[in-house]
């Protein structure tokens, strides 16, 4: 009886493999995908990057963010999945949908294979426990085929028909989740409603698993069944039961997933893993963090990045589960409710999705302006126009999701919003003929005008003058909508203080969530401020995540409550203060350990070193160790050079003009230039349009500030790299300046180093004391916010307020 038990069920895995392996061969000979196949290796270049920076070990309490190497996993898998051409079949389909990469031939490779495969469609009867019928739905559904009407045949109704009389356990799971892909009439809810009241009848009331020869792989279907049916009787407290028994019986400290009970089938292994992944996060579960309050323990969706399961060479099947365990995940990070494959729930998938478009709008504005600079035919009018369309279909959007009743509505229309989005290009102008430039003299400043550029500059928009009323003109651009909140963020902070997290931005009493009293410096909670704003109660406060449960909310914001958890200034030596000592590592991501510190010792440092959100030290050894506050304790640090004024030199660049502005004393500053404009200054009341050279940028040393007779106003900057604070403080400037005009008076009162590229609403900063944009393309570089809001203009282009509040992050 025991051997025929063992065939049966190991007859369900060979069947099981076998037929999500049909069409699985990744060929690379198919001449449809070889589109896809020259940024393959960009991708994988990608993936292999984001798991070296965010993999790093578990050091004490330091915690790793996983995000961008999720995303990149994501890119990696749908790439090997397109290589597949032909051969793609309803899970490649599945995963193409929610990674916005397929294509109308690649969704006709994924019919025709369904057609071909699905056993019913083929002209057989149910199949080896619904297997195929449940791939055939999610795949029909997921590039917008009706499973009612499939040439003709109810696929739908065949799944019922089984139903009624499941074949096997399995058969429950799976038909239960292919009926809760959509609404398909009376007899197929009334089919769900049973199937769900037997899975749950079905979870041992001791353990809160299911049973079977694989425990891990069918509580993971269990749980991916039910999260599609959560108005349900019952389902709710199944699946808190369930989550509670993982947790406490096949979560593993690797992040993976085992049944140490079962000797035979119960050890880890990628398939399981990725399926609990998936299923968890399914259940809301948060899979990017430790599911246990433990250093020692790594988080699910690490374990599947660790596993490099979606890198080629792997089995088609394994590659295609992981890519749909994190979308999932992602999905589920960005807001989206229950599974993924719950095409039909309402509003499901709708604040993800609002998120990801909010994203590519600000992504694209972005592109936009780094692309002008390189760009000699781009106008300061057609960037403005460029954006300015990048909002009107970012508002146009934002109000057809709000609108849209399923996810399947939602995840279309913002499909179709990022295709919009992309499509936006910046108009070329015609070369400009050579104009002998014109002398005009205002208020003691002479400028030299090329009428050619500053008409083609203003065309489209009204000038505002600066405080020096100066006569070269600034775009403004009409904003459309409301600006894109997206704040400074990739700050980690530690609580000095009692702190108090709220659900909302509203402070009351019923929103608080979570008090953290004040504690030793070594048990500080440490937090990743995602943004910074202002409430309806008027408080300066963060949005947070805690970096040890995950949870997020919001919290009051400011030097009393947080301070940065990493040091960035020039220490040269620390004493250990973690009880249970440090290590010192021969690499900077903190791997190939040399040896254990103690505590209370003394160590000299040679540099801070930036690494990601993390920073590190390097010791004069050449060792690294890490560089949180909470476990170290800085006894040295080096006095900066910086803080005395640096001289003012004459710039000399080509191209278009750089100009050097006066000291505050009135002197005059001399500039050569080769092109367009030369500004000369006599009064130390003017503030210029500075211009400078795309292709030689220049540290701008000593910007005006206003003189004591002009209209002043007041605003205060703070500046962030590298979960660090590089320099805060207020700045005086003339009424009228832009945000730029401030950055530049703050750099010169604080002796940072600043450069920068463009003018007005071209203005593009390239670096702040070393820390420099990447190329074009590439999402390295300084971020700006005025009052927790980031603007739809240029900081050469944004009018400053009295009080207002400036913020720059550096994003890398």
């Not at 899970?91 to 949908?97: F, I, P, Q």
């Not at 080629?312 to 890519?323: P, V």
């Not at 509203?506 to 943004?531: E, G, Q």
């Not at 003394?602 to 690494?611: D, F, G």
Request: a positive charge.
């Amino acid at each position: 009886m025991k051997r025929k038990k063992f065939l049966y069920w190991f007859s369900i895995v060979l069947g099981i493999f076998l037929i999500f392996s049909s069409g699985g061969n990744s060929s690379r000979a198919d001449a449809a995908s070889r589109a896809d196949a020259a940024s393959r290796a960009d991708v994988a270049s990608a993936y292999n990057y984001g798991l070296t920076k965010a993999k790093g070990p578990k050091i004490n309490s330091e915690v790793y963010t996983v995000s961008d190497a999720v995303d990149s996993a994501i890119s990696a898998g749908l790439a090997e999945i397109a290589q597949k051409g032909p051969k793609i079949d309803a899970w490649d389909a599945t995963c193409l949908v929610f990674g916005d990469r397929i294509t109308d031939s690649q969704a006709q490779y994924a019919y025709e294979s369904i057609l071909k495969n699905n056993d019913f469609l083929s002209g057989g009867s149910q199949g080896l426990n619904g297997i195929s019928d449940v791939s055939a739905v999610n795949g029909l559904v997921a590039i917008g085929k009706d499973p009612t009407n499939v040439n003709g045949k109810n696929l739908v109704a065949n799944i019922v028909k089984d139903a009624n009389n499941p074949a096997s356990a399995y058969s429950i799971v799976n038909d239960l989740e292919a009926l809760s892909t959509g609404s398909y009439g009376q007899a197929s809810e009334t089919a769900r409603t049973s199937l769900t009241k037997k899975l749950i009848g079905m979870q041992d009331q001791k353990t809160g698993l299911w049973n079977g020869f694989d425990k891990v792989d069918y509580t993971a279907r269990a749980i991916l069944a039910l999260s599609m049916n959560t108005n349900q009787p019952g389902v709710a407290d199944a699946l808190n039961t369930a989550v509670k028994a993982v947790i406490n019986h096949f979560y593993q400290k690797n992040g993976g997933f085992a049944d140490s009970s079962n000797t035979m089938y119960g050890a880890e292994n990628a398939y399981n893993d990725v399926t609990m992944t998936n299923a968890l996060a399914s259940a809301g579960v948060n899979v990017y963090a430790p599911l246990k309050d433990k250093t020692d323990y790594i988080a699910p969706v690490q374990r599947v990045l660790d596993q490099h399961l979606v890198s080629a060479g792997n089995h088609a099947m394994l590659i295609q589960q992981a890519t749909l365990a994190l979308e999932q995940a992602r999905f589920t990070r960005n807001g989206g409710k229950g599974s993924i494959f719950a095409f039909n729930q309402t509003d499901a998938a709708k604040p993800g999705e609002i998120v990801n478009i909010k994203d590519a709008a600000i992504a694209k504005k972005r592109s936009i302006i780094r692309s002008s600079i390189s760009d000699p035919q781009a106008t300061a009018a057609a960037v403005n126009d460029a954006i300015n369309l990048v909002d009107k279909i970012l508002v146009t959007y934002l109000s057809k999701l709000r609108a849209d009743s399923t996810s399947s509505a939602a995840i279309a229309d913002r499909a179709a919003g990022v295709k919009e989005l992309n499509n936006v290009t910046v108009s070329h102008a015609a070369p400009a003929t050579p104009v002998t430039p014109a002398t005009v003299t205002n208020n003691n400043v002479t400028v030299v005008n090329n009428p050619a550029s500053s008409s083609s500059a203003s065309s489209s928009s009204s000038a505002t003058s600066t405080s020096s009323s100066s006569s070269v003109p600034i775009s403004t651009p009409t904003v459309s909508g409301k600006p894109v909140k997206k704040a400074s963020h990739r700050s980690i902070v530690y609580a000095l203080t009692t702190v108090k997290l709220y659900r909302s931005s509203n402070f009351t009493k019923s929103n608080l969530t979570k008090t953290y009293k004040k504690r030793a410096r070594i048990n500080r909670p440490m937090f990743l401020v995602i943004s910074q704003q202002t409430n309806k109660q008027g408080h300066a406060i963060y949005r947070v995540k805690d970096m040890n449960s995950g949870k997020t909310g919001y919290t009051l914001s400011g030097s009393k409550y947080f301070a940065h958890a990493y040091y960035s200034a020039k220490v040269t030596r620390i004493k250990v203060i973690n009880p249970k000592g440090i290590n010192e590592y021969g690499k900077v991501n903190l791997t190939s350990k040399k040896r254990h510190v103690k505590k209370n010792a003394s160590l000299s440092v040679r540099k801070v070193v930036n690494y990601g959100l993390y920073n590190r030290m390097q010791l004069t050894n050449g060792r690294y160790i890490t560089a949180n506050k909470k476990l170290i304790l800085a006894t040295k640090i080096k006095k900066s050079s910086q803080n005395t004024r640096p001289s003012t030199p004459t710039a000399t660049t080509t191209g278009t003009s750089t100009s050097t502005p006066p000291t505050n004393s009135g002197s005059t500053a001399t500039t050569a230039t080769t092109g367009t404009t030369t500004t000369t200054n006599n009064s130390p009341s003017a503030t210029p349009t500075l211009l400078v050279a795309l292709t030689n940028p220049v540290a701008l040393t000593n910007p005006v500030t206003p003189s004591n007779d002009a209209k002043t106003i007041t605003t205060t900057i703070s500046i962030h790299a590298d979960g660090a604070t590089i320099a805060s403080g207020s700045i005086k400037v003339s009424s009228g300046a832009s945000a730029f005009d401030a950055l530049q008076a703050f750099a010169q009162q604080q002796g940072l180093a600043l450069t920068y590229k463009g003018s007005g609403a071209t203005t593009y900063v390239t670096g702040i004391n070393g820390y420099n944009a990447g190329p074009a393309g590439t999402m390295t570089g300084w971020l700006y916010s005025v009052n927790g809001t980031v603007p739809d203009s240029s900081m050469g282009a944004y009018t400053l307020k009295d009080g207002d509040s400036i913020s720059m992050t550096y994003n890398k």
